[in-house]
């Protein structure tokens, strides 16, 4: 915990041998102790938790920490709080690509990170429940956790940095890699004008037939990638629709 404290912006570092959710843990912690940026991570947690109603395999090996920060320690503007997920996703996706061949490594909108068409890493951000102005960054993602241990259901879906290198990555130096890259993008979100062009260049829907749930309705098309707001366009036989949130499921290319 030191060692990471010292290599990086964080003012505290927890790490648990076992909880039951990292953002679960955040959320529940009055804070009054704590100096922010924190983080806390855990080698293993009971109930990992997804968007939505999804829960997150949380097999030894892999990483799974949450930081609570607020905005304004990255100088981050309220107006540009909706680009976090898209620029929490980009800095997982290029700690990532540091360990795998770079042009392998996507970001699927909103915030999950992919590898050849499978997920390797997922973001859970949420509010502070006792200070609403915090914000809580969950970032779950395999590292030496191979899918031939997970859920039946899980093995086509999704893969980890040992399954597409072959070889152990350290825990870490991919964690202080992924403070460095988080750093990097939250103290530019309100000022690179070049974002969205790197989002693009890396967005796996793009150029994909899609199902678009906004948990009311279901709309499927062609993903012609994101607008300058961020938003993902999708090309419907009456026109492009913007959509804001969702969960996606890719159904051909
Ligand atoms: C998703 O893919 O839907 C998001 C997954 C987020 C998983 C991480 S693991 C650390 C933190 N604690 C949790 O319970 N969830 C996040």
Same mark, same amino acid.
């Given at each position: 915990?030191?060692?990471?404290?010292?290599?990086?912006?964080? !003012?505290?570092?927890?790490?648990?041998?076992?909880?039951?959710?990292?953002?679960?843990?955040?959320? $529940?912690?009055?804070?009054s102790g704590r100096t922010l940026p924190a983080l806390v991570g855990a080698n293993a947690q009971t109930a990992g938790r997804g968007r939505g109603s999804n829960s997150w395999w949380s097999a030894s090996g892999s990483l799974t920490f949450s930081i609570v920060f607020d905005p304004g320690q990255f100088s981050i503007p309220t107006s540009f709080?909706?680009?976090?997920?898209?620029?929490?996703?980009? !800095?997982?996706? $290029?700690?990532?690509?540091?360990?795998?061949?770079?042009?392998?490594?996507?970001?699927?909108?909103?915030?999950?990170?992919?590898?050849?068409?499978?997920?390797?890493?997922?973001?859970?951000?949420?509010?502070?429940?006792? &200070?609403? &102005?915090?914000?809580?960054?969950?970032?779950?993602? &395999?590292?030496? &956790?191979?899918?031939?241990?997970?859920?039946?259901?899980?093995?086509?879906?999704?893969?980890?940095?040992?399954?597409?290198?072959?070889?152990?990555?350290?825990?870490?130096?991919?964690?202080?890699?992924?403070l460095q890259d988080l750093e990097f993008e939250w103290k530019r979100i309100a000022t690179a004008s070049d974002f969205l062009d790197e989002y693009r260049n890396h967005c796996y829907l793009s150029g994909r037939n899609i199902l678009v749930n906004d948990g009311v309705d279901e709309i499927g098309g062609l993903c012609e990638g994101v607008d300058a707001e961020g938003a993902l366009l999708v090309r419907l036989p009456v026109g492009v629709q913007r959509v804001f949130a969702g969960t996606i499921e890719v159904i051909g290319e």
């Open positions: 915990c030191r060692l990471i404290e010292k290599e990086s912006w964080l !003012a505290q570092v927890e790490w648990l041998a076992e909880v039951d959710s990292t953002n679960r843990f955040l959320a $529940n912690d009055p804070l709080l909706p680009r976090m997920s898209l620029s929490t996703g980009m !800095a997982v996706r $290029n700690a990532v690509a540091r360990w795998l061949p770079e042009s392998l490594v996507q970001v699927k909108w909103p915030n999950d990170v992919y590898v050849q068409g499978r997920k390797i890493a997922g973001l859970l951000i949420e509010s502070h429940p006792a &200070n609403p &102005n915090l914000l809580i960054v969950g970032i779950g993602l &395999n590292v030496n &956790n191979s899918l031939q241990s997970a859920p039946q259901q899980l093995q086509e879906k999704a893969t980890s940095i040992i399954d597409v290198s072959g070889s152990e990555a350290s825990r870490m130096d991919v964690l202080i890699q992924l």
